[in-house]
């Protein structure tokens, strides 16, 4: 008998999340642990959770992806884990609205763009359910892609008519094929293998910090930014509705209160690494150029009929495309 109060005692002096039944999440992160989309963004977020939700959530990150690149919205739906973010490229067919963050001459930076894309998806496109098999927690976009040359700098249209070039799928392998290049298009998380192997001769499509932390940037000698930037990869963060719908209010409050904006906002810490990425490629030799005004216009060429097709896409599901876009553009500005 006093061995059982004893016990009782003990336990009602315990805090109730340490009592209480804790929820555990898996979260897949198709990047490697070491890439900064997983060990900036990624982590830091699911640590929070534990923390907002005091214990009753616990978000466990899968130490290796356990679906490819592509697979990731429908591996949540199927259950094989609870949360993952897509990159919308790969989605292109069936997400057209979120695709506005990836159009040229749009974004500014990490945060800037992130929380455009985040008010523009909750003000413009949430209502055409697009994304409607999961429950979305938050967007993030990457700071702008830039050109790499590989023996010297892709400063014109002409560097790229005939070449092998890298781009990430979308936008960016879309323009260089109008430009003339022969492109490679495979996610950013395959990209090593074909710039390792030294069979194109360019690549395009994300930033200096994404390049160091895909193990690319040592193969560039030459960076070429574009005034207005050419395009900026984007994500969309996401969880099974069964396991959301299963925590409490008090949870799913805590949660969103982490995610959304707040987590748009927190990619200023992407901003940084970008600022320090790029200055120590300088110092290891890697040069920087600037776009001339013949080469941005040409490329403002090219992405025209781009915009017109997002805007035309728009219209088909039902958005106000032009003042969509508008919005995007002066959250950017207004948050960068």
Request: aromatic share 8%; net charge positive; glycine share 6%.
């Amino acid at each position: 008998m006093i061995f059982r109060r004893t016990l009782l005692a003990c336990a009602l002096t315990l805090p109730l999340s340490a009592i209480a039944q804790s929820n555990t999440l898996l979260l897949n992160s198709f990047l490697a642990p070491q890439h900064p989309v997983t060990s900036m963004v990624i982590k830091p977020w699911a640590e929070k959770i534990g923390q907002v939700t005091e214990g009753r959530v616990k978000v466990d990150v899968a130490p290796s992806s356990l679906a490819a690149p592509h697979q990731q919205m429908a591996s949540v739906n199927k259950g094989v884990f609870d949360i993952a973010y897509q990159f919308h490229g790969l989605m292109a067919e069936q997400v057209k609205l979120n695709q506005v963050a990836h159009l040229p001459f749009v974004n500014t930076s990490a945060r800037g763009s992130s929380v455009a894309l985040w008010r523009t998806y909750q003000k413009h496109f949430a209502k055409a359910k697009e994304i409607d098999d999961v429950h979305v927690l938050g967007m993030f976009v990457l700071p702008p892609g830039v050109f790499y040359g590989m023996g010297s700098p892709i400063d014109g249209i002409d560097k790229l008519k005939g070449r092998k070039v890298y781009a990430l799928p979308g936008v960016p392998a879309t323009m260089l094929q109008a430009a003339g290049a022969g492109v490679v298009a495979a996610p950013a998380a395959r990209s090593h293998e074909v710039i390792s192997g030294k069979t194109v001769d360019a690549f395009v499509g994300y930033s200096v910090s994404d390049a160091n932390g895909l193990k690319t940037l040592s193969f560039a000698t030459d960076v070429t930014d574009i005034a207005g930037n050419l395009t900026s990869p984007s994500f969309v963060l996401f969880i099974n509705k069964k396991r959301w719908a299963a925590l409490s209010d008090k949870d799913r409050q805590a949660i969103e209160s982490i995610s959304g904006d707040a987590l748009a906002q927190s990619m200023k810490m992407y901003d940084d690494l970008e600022l320090k990425a790029r200055a120590n490629a300088a110092a290891s030799g890697i040069k920087f150029h600037t776009a001339s005004d013949s080469f941005n216009k040409d490329l403002q060429v090219l992405s025209a009929p781009l915009a017109q097709a997002w805007l035309s896409d728009a219209q088909k599901l039902g958005v106000n495309g032009r003042e969509a876009l508008d919005f995007y553009r002066a959250e950017a500005i207004a948050n960068r």
